[in-house]
């Protein structure tokens, strides 16, 4: 199989874990007989450094044109201080609303050898296996107006859902859940909030199609207390923009270390994968970086967009296996086993692919 992959490796940690993404994809390529192919662009402040902007429209060609893109990081304290629309999130909120990526999917499932790093007792952490559904493209982050009024003493953000976002985002649940144990958690602010309404009626109007799963309706604070109190409890969560950017970061800690999570963000003809975490410029350019969440995203995109299972369980194993071995990065926070940076961390995965 020939495929063409743009790379955008980002600000800070970016381009030391993704060219650890692209040494393990070359292996699992040699290992299993196919071709890929990187093209590196800009994103971020990096971008901005080079060509004035966050995100220009040559890299949002290139996307649109690619079998399937690789995210790193983005932002540092460098950016902090230029207007909004410069500023490097800015890049990220529209590559995803240029490639109409409007499902993002955070599976999160700790790794045995790291159940004792999770700031949960393993007790509770035991046995979690959760698959987060975020709504990517709308919301609050995206709705206007949005601005500031009355010589900049009154802030203005919009909550703006149409019935057809939510209706694709709640069949990306539904088929989610259908495919693992049919639970289905919607999560919503139905008690004060109108959209969280229309989202509730869309969600019992869907579950008709979906009468195998079993799907239950929490109140987004709820769901905050339960993520930590009961994360086993959960299979598949379905939720919107801003809850679901909140209830991912705090699912994310539950394993351990944000380093290690990888996501996928999809529309219905390409997806774009990265790591949960930000560009930690605390660590950048020391080679210290955990690089695993961006080699798991690699293996989210082998699954998701080139559907090759086989390759996505190679690194997925690979990884485990690492971890089994006693090797981590210093983000883990692990006394025994042995502490590794980023370039040997990867060679661990490709020793064990
Ligand atoms: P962060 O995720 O970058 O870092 C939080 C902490 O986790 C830091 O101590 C960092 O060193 C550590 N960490 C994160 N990833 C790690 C890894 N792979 N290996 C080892 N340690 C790791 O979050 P932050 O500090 O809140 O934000 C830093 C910058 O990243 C900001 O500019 C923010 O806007 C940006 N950010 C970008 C994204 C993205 O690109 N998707 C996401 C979140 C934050």
């Keep these: 199989?020939?495929?063409?992959?743009?790379?955008?490796?980002?600000?800070?940690?970016?381009?030391?874990?993704?060219?650890?993404?692209?040494?393990?994809?070359?292996?699992?390529a040699r290992k299993f007989n196919h071709t890929f192919h990187f093209t590196q662009y800009e994103i971020g402040g990096t971008s901005y450094d080079k060509y004035g902007e966050p995100l220009t429209d040559g890299t949002i060609d290139?996307?649109?044109?690619?079998?399937?893109?690789?995210?790193?990081?983005?932002?540092g304290n460098k950016w902090d201080a230029l207007p909004p629309?410069?500023?490097p999130e800015q890049g990220l909120l529209k590559i995803r609303k240029a490639l109409n990526l409007y499902a993002n999917i955070r599976p999160i499932k700790g790794f045995a050898p790291l159940l004792h790093a999770s700031?949960?007792?393993?007790?509770?952490i035991q046995g979690s296996d959760i698959y987060i559904v975020r709504e990517l493209t709308g919301g609050l982050y995206f709705g206007t107006p949005r601005e500031r009024r009355e010589d900049g003493n009154v802030a203005v953000d919009t909550l703006l859902y149409h019935r057809n976002e939510i209706e694709r985002i709640v069949e990306k649940g539904f088929e989610s859940a259908k495919l693992r144990k049919k639970h289905l958690t919607s999560v919503d602010k139905a008690n004060v909030l109108e959209s969280s309404r229309l989202w509730r009626e869309i969600v019992e109007e869907k579950s008709k199609q979906y009468p195998d799963v079993e799907v239950d309706h929490m109140l987004v604070d709820s769901a905050a207390?339960?993520?930590?109190?009961?994360?086993?409890?959960?299979?598949?969560?379905?939720?919107?923009?801003?809850?679901?950017?909140?209830?991912?970061?705090?699912g994310s800690v539950l394993t351990g270390s944000i380093g290690m999570l990888p996501s996928a963000s999809l529309s219905d003809t390409v997806g774009l994968y990265e790591p949960v975490h930000g560009s930690a410029p605390d660590i950048a350019?020391?080679?210290?970086?955990?690089?695993?969440?961006?080699?798991?995203s690699a293996a989210m995109m082998l699954r998701y967009s080139f559907h090759l299972n086989k390759e996505a369980e190679a690194i997925e194993a690979a990884v485990e296996k690492c971890l089994e071995e006693g090797f981590h990065t210093a983000d883990l926070k692990i006394k025994a086993g042995k502490q590794v940076d980023t370039k040997e961390m990867t060679a661990n995965v490709i020793r064990n692919l």
């Design 285 to 296: 350019g020391k080679g210290v970086a955990n690089p695993l969440g961006m080699i798991l």
């Design 1 to 28: 199989m020939a495929k063409e992959i743009i790379v955008l490796p980002g600000d800070g940690i970016g381009q030391e874990i993704m060219n650890a993404a692209i040494d393990v994809l070359t292996s699992v």
């Design 119 to 124: 700031p949960l007792k393993e007790s509770v």
């Design 225 to 250: 207390m339960k993520l930590i109190t009961d994360p086993a409890s959960f299979d598949v969560i379905v939720t919107e923009n801003l809850f679901g950017d909140i209830l991912s970061d705090e």
């Design 62 to 75: 290139a996307c649109l044109e690619a079998d399937a893109i690789l995210l790193g990081a983005i932002g």
């Design 85 to 87: 629309h410069l500023r």
